[in-house]
């Protein structure tokens, strides 16, 4: 449906950006990069655009480079404050790159932003099930 959705409308920011969560779900991440990428392009100012970062941020981290992951998660998070995938790139990144002093703010922005978050619902996602550990980590509540 993503394929043909770009097909039909090269220029849909939203459509790429969809197919790069779509993407990086299916564990594809240099096509979600490009889709990412790509959307930010097409509507640099788009309202919905912190799902393309959040594809972006994933994708980062699955190629082991979470320093990008980190910068796309910020720029999610500013975006969106709701959005708690988001918020869970951010502080998968700041774990991986052992940048511990930072979480007790991230935490407590994330709580701010969605009052009922927590390892459980990260936990629910399948799509967090790999970052168990650093979410565990990073001291979220039950």
Do not use: C
């Amino acid at each position: 449906m993503i394929e043909h959705a770009l097909a039909n409308n090269p220029s849909s920011a939203h459509a790429h950006a969809v197919g790069a969560v779509v993407n990086a779900w299916a564990e594809r991440y240099d096509i979600a990069v490009d889709l990412a990428e790509r959307a930010l392009r097409l509507s640099p100012f788009d309202p919905a655009r912190h799902l393309a970062l959040a594809a972006l941020a994933r994708s980062r981290l699955f190629q082991g480079n979470p320093s990008a992951a980190l910068a796309a998660a910020r720029r999610a998070v500013q975006v969106s404050p709701g959005h708690l995938p988001s918020h869970g790139y951010l502080i998968i990144s700041l774990v991986r790159l052992g940048l511990i002093r930072e979480l007790p703010a991230t935490v407590e922005r994330l709580l701010a932003n969605v009052p009922r978050a927590g390892l459980s619902q990260f936990s629910a996602h399948v799509t967090f099930q790999p970052f168990i550990k650093e979410l565990t980590a990073a001291g979220l509540p039950k």
